[in-house]
């Protein structure tokens, strides 16, 4: 996927300030080699891994405010609501917890677009995507932090709060 790759590549100063110009912190190492596959490090002092690869000497306590806890890439870690180019929501009507399995695509360099002519769209342009409930803090700080305009994302969630309500038992 073209967005994993980019993550890595991150570097514009102008937009971020030099010491936390990476738009992800995890906790934990995310990086995949192709001889050894999923390489699972955790830093014990609770140091940070920039962009999901790079051990830094960042504790979470550390970054700045714009830096919220998501769920990307199968993994909690932190991601920058600074820069914001273009937020792409889609929500998920089978799943039968409200946001549960709900997805936000995020751009920080390139309007996200939507390819496909089979009846099925693909998406392209997008850095990172996170996932479930905490996709709310991240749409309200890209707003606070990005002045991205979040209209017409808060109008999808309130349609999806609304079948959600409708289509699944209340003692669910």
């Not at 967005?3 to 590549?9: A, D, L, P």
């Not at 002092?45 to 405010?65: A, F, M, Q, V, W």
Request: glycine share 8%; hydrophobic share 30%; with cysteine.
């Amino acid at each position: 996927m073209d967005g994993k790759k980019r993550v890595c590549e991150y570097r514009d100063s102008d937009e971020m300030s030099e010491k936390f110009d990476p738009i992800l912190y995890t906790p934990r190492c995310i990086m995949h080699s192709r001889r050894d596959g999923r390489i699972d490090e955790t830093d014990r002092d609770g140091y940070l891994y920039s962009n999901g690869i790079h051990k830094t000497k960042i504790l979470p306590k550390d970054l700045p405010e714009w830096f919220i806890l998501s769920r990307v890439f199968g993994e909690y870690g932190y991601v920058s609501a600074k820069g914001v180019k273009h937020l792409f929501f889609e929500p998920n009507y089978h799943a039968d917890c409200n946001l549960d399995g709900d997805v936000l695509y995020i751009s920080y360099f390139d309007e996200i677009k939507q390819t496909g002519d089979d009846g099925r769209y693909r998406l392209e342009g997008y850095d990172l995507v996170i996932r479930g409930p905490l996709l709310v803090d991240f749409v309200s700080a890209a707003e606070e932090y990005s002045g991205y305009d979040i209209t017409s994302i808060v109008k999808e969630l309130k349609q999806k709060e609304e079948w959600f309500n409708e289509h699944i038992p209340k003692w669910y």
